[in-house]
Nanobody, 123 residues
């Protein structure tokens, strides 16, 4: 089970930290990712971190403004978003990969999904 939280209504330029709590069975030894879905658009990849927390990848749309981290003692993964833009408005989902590596970034590479947390950025 995955539970994402931390979303909200913010202004452009603000920062947010999203959190995701996972059950141990989904989290241990697995890469964890964040995706988002904006209104009227398909869900898209945002960031991923491998099982050890060493390797991380970010989509070009958030690169330089985002940071992903995980706490393997708490079964939690975090997504820090800075300099938020209205285009970042979306429902953000955390997901547990089927794999330990961060190179698998398609939706089908992820076995479990959280319920999503809404991020709304006003201009």
């Amino acid at each position: 089970q995955l539970q994402a939280y931390g979303g909200g209504l913010v202004q452009a330029g603000d920062s947010l930290r999203l959190s995701c709590a996972a059950s141990g069975g989904l989290f241990r030894g697995k890469a964890m990712g964040w995706f988002r879905q904006a209104p009227g658009k398909e869900r898209e990849f945002v960031s991923i971190i491998n099982a050890s927390g060493v390797r991380k990848y970010h989509a070009d749309s958030v690169k330089g403004r985002s940071a992903i981290s995980r706490d393997n003692t708490k079964n939690a993964v975090y997504l820090q978003l800075n300099s938020l833009k209205p285009d970042d408005t979306a429902v953000y989902y955390c997901a547990a990969s089927r794999f330990s590596g961060a190179e698998y970034r398609r939706e089908t590479d992820f076995a479990s999904w959280g319920q999503g947390t809404q991020v709304t950025v006003s201009s």
